[in-house]
């Protein structure tokens, strides 16, 4: 096996962590880098298990948010998004709903089932 195949980095560089808000709570994440990505930094046991394909066909990655400028994107792909310091995340998708209910609700004693498959 090639050593190369070791040396693919995950994140892209990044120097420093930035701020953001999903659904009123705040989280460091890495510049630089996309917003699923960043998810997968905060949630790297489920994120990686999703059902996103990471190029924009399936969808199950939709947010809405608002810039820092304040611009609303009522419908964007987070595959597609970078993140941003003060970048706000409103809504999330069923499928990141289900792999971030650990990080956005803590002391939550029971696991949602898990969202149907799409059609």
């Known amino acids: 096996m090639s050593e190369d195949r070791f040396e693919i980095l995950l994140y892209r560089p990044y120097e420093k962590l930035i701020q953001i808000t999903i659904q009123g709570k705040p ?13 997968q930094f905060l949630a790297p046991d489920t994120i990686p298990y999703g059902r996103y394909c990471w190029n924009e066909e399936c969808q199950y990655c939709r947010v809405s948010a608002i810039k820092p400028d304040g611009m609303a994107l009522p419908q964007v792909l ?42």
């Open 27 to 39: 989280f460091a994440v890495p510049e630089n880098n996309m917003l699923l990505r960043c998810f």
């Open 78 to 119: 987070s595959c597609k998004l970078m993140a941003e310091e003060g970048l706000e995340i409103l809504e999330l998708s069923a499928e990141l709903k289900w792999n971030l209910h650990q990080l956005l609700n803590p002391d939550a004693t029971e696991i949602p089932p898990p969202p149907p498959p799409a059609e």
